[in-house]
Nanobody
């Protein structure tokens, strides 16, 4: 399985981005997918997850601003990020989960929030 993220970039505070993660293979639809992020000098943290049926969970720090979704026909999971803050600056990774944790990771996409 290969996961390829895109959509990161430089954005001003208060702005929005939509991250995408495309997965190879035909098994995408049965797995939980997630987004993590890692800021400089910090541990990687879970941002959001979505089950095959569309149930979602979010970290408290992003609730109300981030939305995870998926399109199983396109093997793609999305992360809509609104009202960006400086502290959202990080490399964002998508993962495919199994057994309660990540099985595969993408290469990451950089999100930088700066005025």
């Amino acid at each position: 399985v290969q996961l390829v993220e895109s959509g990161g970039g430089l954005v001003q505070p208060g702005g929005s981005l939509r991250l995408s993660c495309v997965a190879s293979g035909s098994i995408f639809s049965i797995y939980v997918m997630g987004w993590y992020r890692q800021a400089p000098g910090k541990q990687r943290e879970l941002v959001a997850t979505i089950t095959s049926g569309g149930s979602t969970k979010y970290a408290d720090s992003v609730k109300g601003r981030f939305t995870i979704s998926r399109d199983n026909a396109k093997n793609t999971v999305y992360l809509q990020i609104n009202s960006l803050k400086h502290e959202d600056t990080a490399v964002y990774y998508c993962d495919l989960e199994g057994g309660g944790g990540p099985l595969y990771w993408g290469q990451g996409t950089q999100v930088t929030v700066s005025s």
